[in-house]
């Protein structure tokens, strides 16, 4: 088995993201060597036990990070902000492969231009999209049905009964800034507040959307090529709620343009992970993990650079799989569009 002897550091590892991941990890694996790390590990230690094979360390990013303390670490993942960028660019000074999830569009370039310094030697993969990769993915499995696409409108649903962590909340809070979205072909810096959208929910009801940077929005447009391009955040009752089940965390996705048919449409998708938020971006980490790894029968990934989650993750149905995790995905939902 590829990953025998593998050790992965989770910083964050046992809050409400990391510890989805780390038991992803652990069902998918029994001999990948675990650390949970954080500014209390001692909050780890019931997690480190149910999990086995796994430790907890005491890591606080202000003070710094030192891999000296650790034995050989073949990948970090970050589940926490990593506002000085330390734990990307340890690794790609010490060619070890690492996974991060709380970068916006416009916090990247340090990490891009030392890559252009510096050979890497392991997969170092900006996943800063919403859901670490999710969305954009489903995107990219839609994308192909269409010969020419004009426009992709994609939102996220926070339902304020999901409970999430502090990475969650710090992410739902950042739309209150500046946002970049494209626009007739034009790359724009936008201000939140000030350039909303109204979206249709499943229900038949409506939410305000604020563009968030996310890397969904570079991302789509690099595979797409749409003249317009945004990502949004919404805050509303979820499918999920609206069931009277747990709160899910429900992605909404209009693509409009051309189909290979040469029928002009507009697609509406809804995916909606019925265990909420910080394990749909669990999820999305995990993949990208069985990735880099080789984990399931997946080729280890040992080339070195710069990765997103759509360069990495190899799904011929990426929806198909995410149902494997309890996501289901409502296809289709089109109405034929009128062209003046």
Known sequence: MESQGKRILIIGGYGQVGSHIARLIRKADRTIEIILAGRNPQNGELLAKELTNAETAYINLEEGFDLNKFRKI?????????????????????????????????????????????????????????????????????????????????????????????????????????????????????????????????????????????????????????????????????????????????????????????????LRTIVSGSRGNSHLTAVGVYLITESILGLNGHSEQKTGGLYLPETIVSEDNIIKRLSEFGINTIEDISSNLRFN
């Open 74 to 266: 073949d990948l970090i993942i970050s589940a926490l902000g990593d506002h000085s960028n330390i734990l990307r660019e340890t690794a790609i000074l010490n060619g070890i492969a690492c996974i991060t999830v709380s970068e916006l569009a416009d916090q990247i370039s340090p990490t891009a231009f030392l890559g252009l310094h510096k050979t890497i030697a392991a997969p170092i993969v900006f996943a800063g999209h919403w859901q670490a990769g999710l969305l954009t993915l489903v995107v990219k499995q839609l994308a192909a049905k269409f010969s020419h696409i004009t426009t992709v409108e994609t939102a996220g649903l926070y339902d304020e009964k999901d409970p999430v962590g502090p990475l969650v909340t710090d992410e739902v809070t950042d739309f209150v800034g500046r946002a970049l979205i494209r626009q007739n072909g034009n790359w724009l810096l936008v201000e939140s507040k000030a350039n909303t959208r109204l979206i249709n929910l499943y229900d038949g009801k409506s939410a305000i959307g604020h563009p968030m940077g996310t890397l969904d929005v570079p991302s789509i447009a690099a595979f797409t090529d749409a003249a317009n391009i945004r990502f949004d955040f919404i805050v509303g009752d979820s499918i999920g709620s609206g069931k009277g089940l747990e709160a899910s965390h429900d992605l909404y996705i209009e693509i409009e343009g051309v189909l290979l048919s040469g029928e002009k449409k507009k």
